[in-house]
């Protein structure tokens, strides 16, 4: 039963530090999405690829996260320098398409 | 942008009781409409979809309703056991980006 997997499950880290959280998609998937879920806002997407290519991150704050596809089996998220208001579960997802989207485990995150 | 309102928050049912959770859209470009379960500390799962040329698709004891004139979709979960206990989103598809409700959470009492 092929997942998603992301690392690290938890992290917690102290305002200014940088935070890079890895996804590996389901083999042969060619989307790939980041959403940070927190209770007030919800679900929110931050960035998405296909076939590697980055095609959105408007809802990525630009000025501190960065988003990469280095190859088809790892896709990272980066924040730098972290804030409190960062705090959140971080989860990657991935698909055969647009429609249907496989949630990893997420990574939650605790900035000090 | 779309905007999914999903309705109530929370839900109390008795075992065996109908849970019924609706959700509207705003844009009626949206074409994919699924939803995700979500146990405490848990990744969301997708549990059931549904795609705007279907008005009613239907899995066990989850079923899923779509109303395209009226923007809004209902989700449907009949002899209700306590392990349904959990938060249920649904999600509206434009383009690639899913849009979600701020989910329901859902009790079920012995």
């Known amino acids: 039963d092929a997942r998603v997997t992301q690392t690290p499950r938890d992290k917690v880290t102290e305002m200014g530090q940088e935070v890079t959280m890895r996804c590996q998609p389901i083999?042969?998937?060619?989307?790939v999405f980041w959403y940070r879920q927190t209770m007030m806002q919800g679900l929110e997407l931050l960035a998405y690829?296909?076939?590697?290519?980055?095609?959105?991150d408007s809802g990525m704050p630009k000025d501190r996260f960065s988003a990469e596809m280095p190859d088809a089996t790892l896709a990272t998220l980066k924040i730098q320098p972290s804030e409190p208001r960062d705090s959140a579960v971080y989860f990657c997802?991935?698909?055969?398409?647009?429609?249907?989207?496989?949630f990893g485990p997420g990574t939650r995150l605790t900035v000090l | 942008g779309e905007n999914v309102e999903q309705h109530p928050s929370t839900l109390s049912v008795q075992e065996g009781d109908s849970a019924v959770i609706k959700c509207t859209y705003s844009?009626?470009?949206?074409?994919?409409f699924p939803w995700y379960k979500q146990e405490l500390g848990k990744r969301p799962q997708l549990i059931i979809d549904?795609?705007?040329?279907?008005g009613e698709k239907k899995d066990q004891r989850i079923a899923v309703t779509l109303n395209k004139t009226a923007k809004h979709f209902s989700l449907h979960i009949t002899e209700t056991q306590p392990e349904d206990s959990a938060v249920y989103f649904c999600?509206?598809?434009?383009?690639?980006?899913?849009?979600f409700g701020k989910g329901t959470s859902l009790l079920v009492t012995p």
């Open positions: 690829f296909r076939n590697r290519a980055p095609l959105d």
């Open positions: 549904i795609r705007s040329n279907v």
């Open positions: 997802a991935s698909g055969p398409g647009e429609s249907e989207q496989f």
């Open positions: 844009d009626s470009a949206s074409n994919y």
């Open positions: 999600a509206a598809r434009r383009a690639y980006a899913l849009n």
């Open positions: 083999l042969g998937h060619n989307t």
